[in-house]
């Protein structure tokens, strides 16, 4: 995520990062995302890596923290709806 961050934002964690992109990975939200729009191959990247770990990245406030589905699925619903 950082790394797909710092290609299309230059910046390490772009503020919001973990809202934008699972928005655009799982709502097929067609937005452009920095410098050029997500490629097919950073999209199934992202997929797979999530799916294999059954969670999602953020960054909160000790830095990033990884929380499973169970975790980040109800803060993502608020977040999204705020």
Not at 3 to 16: N, P, Q, T
Not at 39 to 59: P, S, V
Not at 70 to 76: C, G, I, K, R, V
């Amino acid at each position: 995520m950082s790394e797909v961050s710092e290609d299309h934002y230059a910046a390490g964690w772009l503020i919001g990062l973990e809202f934008t992109l699972w928005r655009l990975i799982f709502e097929n939200y067609e937005d452009p995302f920095g410098f050029s729009p997500l490629t097919f191959d950073e999209r199934a990247k992202l997929i797979e890596l999530t799916y294999r770990c059954q969670g999602w990245w953020i960054y909160g406030q000790s830095g990033r923290e990884f929380l499973t589905y169970d975790e980040w699925l109800p803060l993502y619903q608020k977040g999204n709806n705020s």
